[in-house]
């Protein structure tokens, strides 16, 4: 089957929705690839995967290893790295360099980046060198301790526009895609009617190009919900109950069986 490829993302504008989920692992790459346009290898894995309180202390070599391992598992999904915090913001430069290590490192053939108007010059920066970058507006999570928070962005008309410009900034500079987190509904629509890119959204509206989730948290297998996850499954329950299984199996010695023994030579 052959990759879903950056032009073919950038065609979907206004068509059918773009499915996207994240992936950290081999194995969840293998089962989500064939549902996906795209896997995303996003630096949630920080918290997800690590522990960690935020994705500020996430590095490149988290991001190399895992979307590396993310390109192994797939083979129809267009596989999108995030660029971790520190990583690209000083410099179109330095972006330029980080990023090519990741594609280097992993076979990805796309990174995404946080930020509007400020990224602008390192998305074109980028993206006419050959390295296709997807924005990622509104509620961006690696600024939270400028943020304050992970609250919904666009609440007053000032942040409205600022928001709604950054989308335009990223998007005439050459990202192929938009993800757009965590904004008042009207935001989302404005986006997606004025850029000529695809709109991917998170907790932002129905009308975008495509739509993004944690696949952790789509699955119940994460403790944090935010209104914008819908949960489509309890993965948490699940294991558990199976755990709780095999833990009264191997106290009552009923694990191992005799078909999980093996017998000497007769
Ligand atoms: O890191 C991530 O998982 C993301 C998505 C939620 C868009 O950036
Ligand atoms: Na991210």
């Not at 330029?96 to 074109?124: D, H, N, R």
């Not at 935001?187 to 709109?199: F, K």
Request: negative net charge; hydrophobic residues 45%; contains cysteine.
């Amino acid at each position: 089957m052959k990759r879903v490829t950056v032009p073919a993302v950038r065609r979907r504008k206004g068509a059918e929705p773009l499915v996207m989920l994240t992936a950290y692992t081999v194995r969840t790459a293998q089962i989500l690839d064939p549902h996906c346009d795209m896997l995303l290898v996003g630096d949630s894995l920080g918290q997800v995967i690590y522990g960690l309180p935020s994705t500020v202390p996430v590095t490149l070599e988290m991001m190399a290893a895992h979307g590396a391992a993310v390109v192994r598992g797939s083979y129809h999904a267009l596989v999108v790295v995030d660029m971790p915090f520190g990583s690209y913001e000083a410099s179109p430069e330095k972006a330029f360099e980080s990023a090519a290590w990741l594609l280097k490192q992993t076979g990805a053939a796309a990174v995404k980046l946080e930020g509007g108007t400020a990224m602008a010059s390192t998305v074109a920066f980028l993206s006419e060198r050959g390295i296709p970058v997807m924005g990622h507006v509104g509620l961006t999570p690696q600024a939270v301790n400028a943020l304050g928070g992970y609250g919904a962005r666009g609440r007053s008309e000032a942040e409205v526009r600022k928001i709604v410009g950054d989308a335009q900034a990223v998007a005439e500079a050459g990202a192929f895609s938009v993800v757009i987190e965590g904004v008042v509904e009207p935001i989302a629509i404005e986006i997606t009617r004025t850029i000529d890119v695809p709109t991917i959204g998170i907790g932002a509206s129905a009308q975008c190009d495509g739509q993004v989730l944690v696949a952790e948290d789509m699955l119940g297998m994460f403790e944090r919900t935010p209104k914008f996850v819908k949960r489509y499954g309890d993965m948490a329950g699940y294991i558990g109950e199976r755990a709780a299984s095999f833990a009264e199996e191997v106290r009552s010695r009923a694990f191992p069986g005799e078909e999980q023994t093996y017998a000497p030579k007769a």
